[in-house]
Nanobody, 115 residues
Framework: QVQLAESGGGLVQPGGSLSLSCAAS????????MGWYRQAPGKQRELVAT???????NYADSVKGRFTISRDSAKNTVYLQMNSLKPEDTAVYFC?????????WGQGTRVTVSD
């Protein structure tokens, strides 16, 4: 089992910034990809960004140029810096950790972008 502890999130005005972090612990082994997904009310969960063990990022088109994903492999932690936030970024953000054998989800942290 792998446990994921998310932090960050909250309420921010449009154009503002927020930072999320997610620390993985437990039975961590092998090369892993960590990332963030989000789910808005009434919508399916969607990719936000992922990053490989080697540091290669992948972004959804909707967040390119605004969000930056990074990871500290020594700490098994992934970060998401979100800038220029828009109301449509409002969602519950879920951390994901996966290797070739299994995948795990965090419980989610809510991000609300509103005046």
């Amino acid at each position: 089992q792998v446990q994921l502890a998310e932090s960050g999130g909250g309420l921010v005005q449009p154009g503002g910034s927020l930072s999320l972090s997610c620390a993985a612990s437990g039975n961590i082994f092998g090369s892993s990809t960590m990332g963030w997904y989000r789910q808005a009310p009434g919508k399916q969960r969607e990719l936000v960004a992922t990053i490989t063990q080697g540091g290669s990022p992948n972004y959804a088109d909707s967040v390119k140029g605004r969000f930056t994903i990074s990871r500290d492999s020594a700490k098994n932690t992934v970060y998401l810096q979100m800038n220029s936030l828009k109301p449509e970024d409002t969602a519950v953000y879920f951390c994901n950790w996966r290797n070739r054998w299994a995948g795990y989800w965090g419980q989610g942290t809510r991000v609300t972008v509103s005046d």
